[in-house]
Antibody, heavy 117, light 110 residues
Framework: QVQLVESGGGFVKPGGSLRLSCAAS????????MSWIRQAPGKGLEWLSY????????YYADSVRGRFTISRDNAKNSLYLQMNSLRAEDTALYYC??????????WGQGTLVTVSS | QSALTQPASVSGSPGQSITISCTGT?????????VSWYQQHPGKAPKLMIY???ERPSGVSNRFSGSKSANTASLTISGLQAEDEADYYC??????????FGGGTSLTVL
């Protein structure tokens, strides 16, 4: 069955960097668009970025454009999110999701990022 | 991109029907038939319940239905059950080729 497992979260100081990974299995990874979505503690969902199946096309939310970079390695069935210039407001649970048309069909369990001095 | 507007909370008794609204603009909800709805139980990942305004993924109960009129989309849950108690989020594709979520609605089954 479809499985998405995020990793790479942790504690980082403001201004620091972190790279999240999402390992995909149970489906043909290279055929699907993928997204990153986050949820701050006790708050709602915020879409961050998506990447096309080939990796050639990417889009970002205004809140992270220029600081975050989405990428993928189809040979490794993996999705990544490079996060730079992190701020306290980036503290959240980060989910990767397999897109299906214009929706997010399958979700991982998330990896927690905490930005604090 | 501003978040879509949802009521903070709704409630209903078992067996009743409830509707959750999701209001956007002509640049998102009103401009595309790409509204989706997600259910999230505490401590769990969101689950897709409705896509493309009114389509249900395989395995989702037909008690869940979606619709849209102008800039407002709606999720209706009929025959409320205790297990439906959760947070619900709407999402829409936008004219900027991005996505935007609503603020979320907490559903209480009385």
């Amino acid at each position: 069955q479809v499985q998405l497992v995020e990793s790479g979260g942790g504690f980082v100081k403001p201004g620091g960097s972190l790279r999240l990974s999402c390992a995909a299995s149970g489906f043909s990874f290279s055929e699907y668009y993928m997204s990153w979505i986050r949820q701050a503690p006790g708050k709602g969902l915020e879409w961050l970025s998506y990447i096309s199946s080939s990796g050639r096309t990417t889009y970002y939310a205004d809140s992270v454009r220029g600081r975050f970079t989405i990428s993928r390695d189809n040979a490794k069935n993996s999705l990544y999110l490079q996060m730079n210039s992190l701020r306290a407001e980036d503290t959240a649970l980060y989910y990767c999701a397999r897109d299906w048309g214009m929706s997010h069909l399958a979700w991982g369990q998330g990896t927690l990022v905490t930005v604090s001095s | 991109q501003s978040a879509l507007t949802q009521p903070a909370s709704v409630s209903g008794s078992p067996g009743q029907s409830i509707t959750i609204s999701c209001t956007g603009t002509s640049s998102d909800v009103g401009g595309y038939n790409y509204v989706s709805w997600y259910q999230q139980h505490p401590g769990k990942a969101p689950k897709l319940m409705i896509y493309d305004v009114s389509e249900r993924p395989s395995g989702v109960s037909n008690r869940f239905s979606g619709s849209k009129s102008a800039n407002t989309a709606s999720l209706t849950i009929s025959g409320l059950q205790a297990e439906d108690e959760a947070d619900y989020y709407c999402s829409s594709y936008t004219s900027s080729s991005t996505f935007v979520f609503g603020g979320g609605t907490s559903l209480t089954v009385l």
